[in-house]
């Protein structure tokens, strides 16, 4: 009996085995035939290990300010458009200013926006506006755009800003801050569609720990997977619940995009997807947040190390500050006469590079420089190449406002992506950066406390979120302003 049931599970192994190795095979014999038949018009480069292809050289390679290591050291080998493997798909990898824009320009027909990860799925849902294409994701746009960059700006918004701002800016007084953590908090209540930040604060938390999946997603015991993941199910109830008051209190604040979601909703448009309104809004959220508070905290970062930028920049705002007196504040005239802020946030986002690449994946198989992008392939468009190549900016790893001074309109410089999918919070961002600086740079004076090194992980950040001791101007006589 016994010699039975040995020769039973014996069989059984060998006949699971030869199974899981037959489907081995024929993936790598499929994979192989394709890129066989492809070889010739691949562009160049190599595959790294089976299954986990360079991920870890990629995650490993650190990247910090304007250097991304992997993709320079791959760039230097085999040029501006090149081949690797990354997060379980076979990615090309474009470094070139031309080629990044007839990528992004040809949204919808030739590529289109995808999450560059699984895991960047199961932290923002299934449906982010990243995921949403064509007719539906013009529609969302429109209303977003409008949302964040219409005339509305000019008045309403600009006012709030200011005062959300001024507020939060007053309990920096006299304190150690980490910049770039409080920086998050101004982002997120701006993103939160101008609610009171004070409401907020709990929400964030939620938010803050749930983006942390993205660094981890192993769902093993002792990872901090299952704590990120109950604080991102916790988030999600509370953003549903709130989409719901808004349908049905109908508060002015009630944002376009929501109402057009709602209506295709109630249209059965979006049946089988009751969680689009809830995946867009963490979306938004996503992108909005992350990236303006690191804007923030990178100008504080260049002007801290550029002592001449820094006392132009005083100067410019001084002389906004003296014209208008204490109580007055920012009018949109003031705003557009800011030159030199201008050109500081040009080059804090051309040197800081706060999205340094996007994602996209080819839907046929598209001929570049000679090469076949196969349909179905990753491309990481690494807008960051450009930012920092000699050949297209003098001293490109130096912080130069006045450089812009002298540059037009200039087709390198894509900080806010290109295309149907360029950010609608552009203006947004640009406002909302301008009236930080006016306030922080008229109020305040500071001092960096040591030396804070950049991560990625899971975006890129300052470990210690980059720490300052905020002085009140008072009390701060090196300050122009006083003189
Ligand atoms: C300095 C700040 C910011 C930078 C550098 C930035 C950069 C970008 C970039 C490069 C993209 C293109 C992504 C792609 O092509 O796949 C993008 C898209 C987007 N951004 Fe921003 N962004 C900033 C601030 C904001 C703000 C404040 C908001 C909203 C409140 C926002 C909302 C969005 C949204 C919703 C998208 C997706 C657009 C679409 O898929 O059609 N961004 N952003």
Known sequence: MLQYLTLYSLTAVLVLTSSVLALLLSWLWLRHSTLFLKRKSLPPGGMGWPIIGQSLEFLAS?????SQPFIERHSARYGDIFKCHLFGNPFIISTNAKINDYILRNEDVLFQSCQPTRAHTWVLGEKTLTDIHTDMHMKIRDALTDLLSSDKSKGEIFDLLQNMMSTKLGSWQDQFVHVQHEATSLGFAYVWFFDAYLELEDLQALYNESKNLLAFPLNIPGSGYRRHAECHRRLITVLRKRIDEWRTSKLETYPDFLEILWNEEQNGNLKDNSNLALDCLMGILFHGEETT???????????????????????EHAAIYKRKGKAKSLTWEDYESMEFTKNVIKESLRLGNVVPWVCRVALQDVEIKGFIIPKGWKVLVFLM?????????????????????????????????????????EKAANMLLTIFLHLFITKYSWQVVGEDDMICFPVMTFQEGFPVVVKDVKDADECLILH
């Open 62 to 66: 650190r990247p910090s300010l304007a």
């Open 293 to 315: 508070a690191m804007a923030m905290t990178l100008i504080i970062k260049f002007l801290s190390e550029s002592p001449r930028a820094l006392d132009q920049i005083k100067e």
């Open 385 to 425: 190449g450009p930012h920092i190549d000699g050949t297209c900016y003098h001293d490109p790893k130096s912080f130069n406002p006045w450089r812009w001074k002298a540059i037009g309109n200039d087709s390198n410089f894509i900080p806010y992506g290109a295309g149907l999918r360029c950010c609608p919070g």
